[in-house]
C-alpha cells in the first residue's frame, strides 16, 4: 500500500459518509455502533417515512443510548488511524552524511 492511499475499509466509509450526507463525528459513531457502510441506505429516511428520524439524527440517539455520550473521542476517518491524523512524527532531522540504513 502506498503512503497516500487510504485503506479501503475506511474508504468505505468516506463513500458512504458523501453518499449520505453524514459529518465527519457520524462515521466513528456508525463505526462504533457496529454498523455496516452499505445497509445505511435502508435507515436513511429519504424524505418519504414521516416517522424515521433523520440518519445523523438516528445515529446520534443510538450513539448516546449505547455509550452514554454524545459524541466519539476519536477524531476524522479520512485523516489517519493515528493521534495526529496521520501525519509523520517530526524527529530528528537526518544528516544527509548517514548512509540511512
Do not use: C
Not at 459513531?29 to 438516528?58: V, Y
Not at 473521542?73 to 532531522?93: C, I, K, L, N, Y
Amino acid at each position: 500500500m502506498s503512503p497516500g492511499r487510504i485503506p479501503e475499509r475506511l474508504q468505505v466509509w468516506i463513500d458512504t459518509r458523501e453518499r449520505h450526507h453524514l459529518s465527519h463525528a457520524h462515521v466513528p459513531m456508525a463505526r462504533e455502533l457496529g454498523m455496516n457502510p452499505k445497509s445505511l441506505g435502508g435507515l436513511d429516511n429519504h424524505r418519504q417515512e414521516p416517522w424515521k428520524l433523520p440518519l445523523p439524527e438516528f445515529i446520534e440517539h443510538l450513539y448516546a443510548k449505547r455509550f452514554g455520550k454524545r459524541r466519539p473521542d476519536v477524531s476524522r476517518v479520512d485523516r489517519g488511524t493515528g493521534p495526529h491524523g496521520g501525519r509523520p512524527q517530526g524527529g530528528e532531522a537526518r544528516d544527509d552524511a548517514s548512509p540511512g540504513w
